[in-house]
């Protein structure tokens, strides 16, 4: 059990290559539940929306419920990316983690393009990374991969600033398929990310801005370990778009 918790924190998160094109999707909110086998361990919540300075907020939150809940003492987390749009590219800003229960734990990332670096911090602890154009953290690859979806992107590859170092995540297109969830059938693209052990694949819908519909985490044989399936989806109310810098996205 205490492995699934492990594996719902990270399936959660990557919900986790030059930056995404400026096709970011609408501001929405949508809700997953989360599955091992036939046990449901918990919720995950999802919002894009607009700030009062013309940015983007994106927030995550994961909520284990019933015997995950108890194992964990709570547990819930909250991740949340501050972005803007330069020159047409997501760049993030901001990033910030929090986990609660018995084993609290915080990450912020501070992005300071002008001075070519990210600001770590875990639990206190603090280091600089240099900046390279296009870099992400490990919430916003997800609006990156919805974008460059929509925008027809052949390569999905990805910077992420994690840990205090560059990280790659690939995905590899394996075709399109219908989904069946709570929330309704979706026509979906299926892209799958290869890890050390196993993979993880993502049902996109082009019909919600290529939000995924559907995420598993599978083991070395293929088999499914974890999903996260869509059970409720809405968009917010229609907003200005956010203005764009039209300076380079690094160095700026």
Do not use: N
Not at 191 to 212: H, M, Q, T, V
């Amino acid at each position: 059990m205490r492995a699934a918790l492990a594996a719902l924190a990270a399936l959660a998160l990557l919900l986790a290559l030059p930056a995404a094109s400026a096709g970011v999707a609408a501001p929405h909110e949508a809700v997953y539940a989360v599955h091992a086998g036939v046990l449901r361990l918990g919720e995950a919540r999802y919002a894009l929306s607009r700030t009062g300075e013309g940015r983007l907020r994106y927030r995550a939150e994961l909520i284990p419920q019933g015997l995950a809940a108890a194992l964990v003492g709570d547990g819930r987390s909250v991740e949340e990316s501050l972005l803007e749009v330069v020159a047409g590219r997501l760049r993030p800003l901001r990033y910030h983690y929090r986990r609660e229960g018995r084993k609290a734990r915080t990450v912020a990332i501070d992005f300071q393009w002008a001075q070519g670096r990210a600001v770590h911090e875990v639990d206190g602890e603090r280091w600089v990374l240099p900046l390279e154009a296009g870099v992400l953290d490990k919430l916003s690859v997800q609006l990156a991969v919805m974008a460059d979806l929509a925008a027809g992107a052949e390569t999905l590859a990805y910077r992420i600033a994690d840990g205090g170092r560059l990280k790659a995540y690939r995905f590899r297109r394996l075709g399109g398929e219908v989904v069946e969830t709570p929330a309704g059938r979706f026509e979906t693209v299926l892209i799958e990310r290869p890890r050390a052990k196993g993979a993880l694949r993502f049902w996109c819908a082009p019909a919600l801005d290529y939000l995924p519909v559907r995420v598993a985490r599978l083991d070395e044989d293929g088999r499914e370990r974890m999903r996260m399936v869509l059970v409720r989806h809405r968009r917010a109310a229609p907003a200005a778009a956010a203005p764009q810098r039209q300076t380079p996205a690094a160095g700026s």
